[in-house]
């Protein structure tokens, strides 16, 4: 079992920096991808970031040369640095954890999610 515990949100205004961490517990495999998820009020949780199992990133958009994610294997964590903070960054954020498995030919996939941390950014 896989346990995700984020931490590091809170009250910022526009233009600050944050930076989100989460605590990754359990057996972590080599092939498990990393990411972070947003959710606004009255919005679908969106991607924010992910780190692939090869060290290959992706980023929204709306974040891209804003924030950064990266991973730390020896304290088995995954930060997002997050800076030129906007309001409409505003949401909870989510970290996830992808395990993937091929059976048969076929690919599956398990996410595994943290409880989510706020992260307001005021104008």
């Known amino acids: 079992q896989v346990q995700l515990v984020e931490s590091g949100g809170g009250l910022v205004q526009a233009g600050g920096s944050l930076r989100l961490s989460c605590a990754i517990s359990?057996?972590?495999?080599?092939?498990?991808?990393m990411g972070w998820y947003r959710q606004a009020p009255g919005k679908q949780r969106e991607l924010v970031a992910t780190l692939t199992s090869d060290s290959s990133t992706n980023y929204a958009d709306s974040v891209k040369g804003r924030f950064t994610i990266s991973r730390d294997n020896a304290k088995n964590t995954v930060y997002l640095q997050m800076s030129i903070l906007k309001p409409e960054d505003t949401a909870v954020y989510y970290c996830?954890?992808?395990?993937?498995?091929?059976?048969?030919?076929?690919?599956?996939?398990?996410?595994?999610w943290g409880q989510g941390t706020q992260v307001t950014v005021s104008s």
């Open positions: 359990g057996i972590i495999l080599a092939s498990d991808d």
């Open positions: 996830n954890v992808r395990r993937h498995a091929v059976l048969l030919g076929n690919h599956y996939y398990h996410d595994y």
